[in-house]
Nanobody, 124 residues
């Protein structure tokens, strides 16, 4: 009942910036969490960041702290991931995800709906 559409991926040089967007539609509960995950070739999908919809509380994987910022625009039902100081090891397909569970979560199993993914490639 929730659809997520991602955009904003692309090619960028190391040290550059990129902003991903995730537009949500459907039955959106104010007590939900929006998460960002990424998956590099040959690797498992990993948690990157999350934000609660109502309170705006955030959580980041250690490698993203100080470089990435997730935010939301409630009026537009859109979540953003601003990525600065990008490194080649940030290269992956990035997914946004919607969780009906009220608390911040890092586990994939806590998320109920997923976007289609958008490719981020950082060149050295």
């Amino acid at each position: 009942q929730v659809q997520l559409v991602e955009s904003g991926g692309g090619l960028v040089q190391a040290g550059g910036s990129l902003r991903l967007s995730c537009a949500a539609s459907g039955r959106i509960s104010p007590y939900c969490t929006l998460g960002w995950f990424r998956q590099a070739p040959g690797k498992e999908r990993e948690f990157v960041a999350a934000i609660t919809w109502s309170g705006g509380r955030t959580d980041y994987v250690d490698s993203a702290k100080g470089r990435f910022t997730t935010s939301r625009d409630n009026a537009k039902n859109t979540v953003y991931l601003q990525m600065n100081s990008l490194r080649p090891d940030d290269t992956a397909v990035y997914y946004c995800a919607f969780s009906l569970w009220g608390a911040l979560a890092r586990e994939l199993r806590r998320y109920d709906y997923w976007g289609q993914g958008t490719q981020v490639t950082v060149s050295s």
